[in-house]
Structures are given as structure tokens and as C-alpha cells.
């Protein structure tokens, strides 16, 4: 057991700060994932184009130049709205909601793809079925598309989750004091680098594993009632 040096309790909270980035990331990626799959399965050319759009710029930009442009950007263009209105004073942009934007459009960008590819194996026959039955778009949605989706979704957003996990170090360019950044405090504090970001490893390393466990458990959650029945 490496010698933190006291430094234990304040990695405890960075890594607590990096479930909670995670996590707030996860959730927000996901409704945007849904929102912009439905634009580019939609009808209208726009939506498909804004949607086209939408994940070709952001999974072709580094999520690092993603956080560093929404944090910095965020800033300048807060600042410039509040001179506007004859506010001189400098506001800064708080570094854990500038975190979760960038992650948030990072997860959704990559997530659309997945529940687009969702969507389109629920067959057609389900859907005329639920609207001659009379059930409206909304609840045709919330009682056949999304629980299918959910469970066909669910492997690939498990392995998104678990890359936008490991990136949440990458916040700490901006000032989160997340798992990342209390370590090299701890590294300029006491001069042993190999000792702490060795147990920031392990302690990812663990993050990851816990993670892949509950996703296991929601996968095998979300496949009940959908087994083959053995032959008599």
C-alpha cells in the first residue's frame, strides 16, 4: 500500500468529483444523444442536416479543445453580454458546468449513432401496429420505441460512458479540482509523482471496474423478458 502522506481523503474527493462530472455528463449526453438521433431519423431536411452537423463537428474536434473552447469562450462571451448591460466587473464561468457542457456534447455526439442504429431495428410493423391500436406519437414512443431502444442502446453507451470517465481528467486544464487535478497537488506537495499517479490509476482503474459491473447488471436488467424460451 503506497504511502500517501496524508493525501488520501482530498484524492477521495477528486475522485467523488469525477463521478459526479461523469455522471451529470452521462445523463445530459444521453437526452441529447435521443433528441438529435430522432432529428436525423425525422422527415425534415433541416433537422437532418442541423443534426449531420451536430456530430460530425464534435466528434471530429479533441474534447480537451472542446472544454478549453466552451470554458474560455463561455467566459468572453458571458463578459461581453454583461458590458452590454453595463456590468464591468469580470465574471468567471463556473468550471464544473463548463466541464459537463463539453462532456455532455462529447457523449451525446457519439451516442446519437447508437440509438440511431436503435431506432432503426425496432421494426416498422410495431409502430402501424401501436397507431392503429390509437396510441398517439408520444406514447407510441414511451411504450414501444423506447424500452427496445434502451436495451439494444444500452452496450454501446456503456462503453461511452466508460471512455467519458477517463476523460474527465482532461477538465482539469480549466480548474476542476476533480481526481486529476487534487494529484498533482499532491505531486507538488510532496515531489513523488510515480507514488500518486500511480494510486490515480488504481483508483480509475477501480471507477472503471465498479462501472462495468453496474452497466452489466442494468444490460442484463434491460434483456428480462426478451430471453428465448427453451423448447419443450
Known amino acids: 500500500?503506497?504511502?500517501?502522506?496524508?493525501?488520501?481523503?482530498?484524492?477521495?474527493?477528486?475522485?467523488?468529483?469525477?463521478?459526479?462530472?461523469?455522471?451529470?455528463?452521462?445523463?445530459?449526453?444521453?437526452l441529447i444523444g435521443i433528441v438529435v438521433a430522432m432529428m436525423k431519423l425525422s422527415s425534415?431536411?433541416?433537422a437532418q442536416i442541423v443534426g449531420d452537423a451536430y456530430t460530425t463537428i464534435v466528434r471530429g474536434v479533441p474534447a480537451l479543445v472542446l472544454i478549453l473552447l466552451i470554458?474560455?469562450?463561455?467566459?468572453?462571451?458571458?463578459?461581453?453580454?454583461?458590458?452590454?448591460?453595463?456590468h464591468e466587473q469580470h465574471i468567471e464561468l463556473n468550471a464544473f458546468v463548463a466541464g459537463v457542457f463539453a462532456?455532455?456534447?462529447?457523449?451525446?455526439?457519439?451516442?446519437?449513432?447508437?440509438?440511431?442504429?436503435?431506432?432503426?431495428?425496432?421494426?416498422?410493423?410495431?409502430?402501424?401496429?401501436?397507431?392503429?391500436?390509437?396510441?398517439?406519437?408520444?406514447?407510441?414512443?414511451r411504450r414501444i420505441s423506447l424500452p427496445q431502444v434502451w436495451r439494444i442502446a444500452l452496450p454501446g453507451l456503456g462503453n461511452i460512458f466508460?471512455?467519458?470517465l477517463k476523460e474527465t481528467a482532461l477538465v482539469s486544464v480549466i480548474g476542476l479540482e476533480e481526481l486529476m487535478r487534487k494529484t498533482e497537488y499532491a505531486?507538488?506537495?510532496?515531489?513523488?509523482?510515480?507514488?500518486f499517479f500511480l494510486a490515480a490509476a488504481f483508483i480509475y482503474l477501480?471507477?472503471?471496474?465498479?462501472?462495468?459491473?453496474?452497466?452489466?447488471a442494468l444490460?442484463?436488467?434491460?434483456?428480462?423478458?426478451?430471453?428465448?424460451?427453451?423448447?419443450?
Open 162 to 164: 466508460l471512455v467519458i
Open 187 to 195: 505531486v507538488g506537495f510532496t515531489r513523488q509523482p510515480f507514488t
Open 219 to 232: 444490460e442484463q436488467r434491460a434483456a428480462r423478458g426478451n430471453q428465448p424460451m427453451d423448447a419443450a
Open 1 to 30: 500500500m503506497p504511502d500517501l502522506q496524508g493525501f488520501g481523503p482530498m484524492l477521495a474527493q477528486g475522485a467523488l468529483m469525477t463521478i459526479q462530472v461523469a455522471l451529470f455528463s452521462a445523463f445530459f449526453g444521453v
Open 103 to 141: 462532456l455532455s456534447l462529447a457523449f451525446g455526439a457519439y451516442a446519437t449513432e447508437v440509438f440511431r442504429g436503435a431506432f432503426q431495428s425496432i421494426p416498422k410493423g410495431q409502430i402501424d401496429a401501436a397507431r392503429a391500436l390509437g396510441m398517439g406519437r408520444w406514447l407510441t414512443f
Open 71 to 86: 470554458y474560455f469562450g463561455g467566459i468572453r462571451l458571458v463578459n461581453e453580454i454583461a458590458r452590454s448591460f453595463g
Open 44 to 46: 425534415s431536411r433541416t
Open 206 to 216: 477501480a471507477m472503471t471496474i465498479v462501472s462495468m459491473l453496474v452497466l452489466q
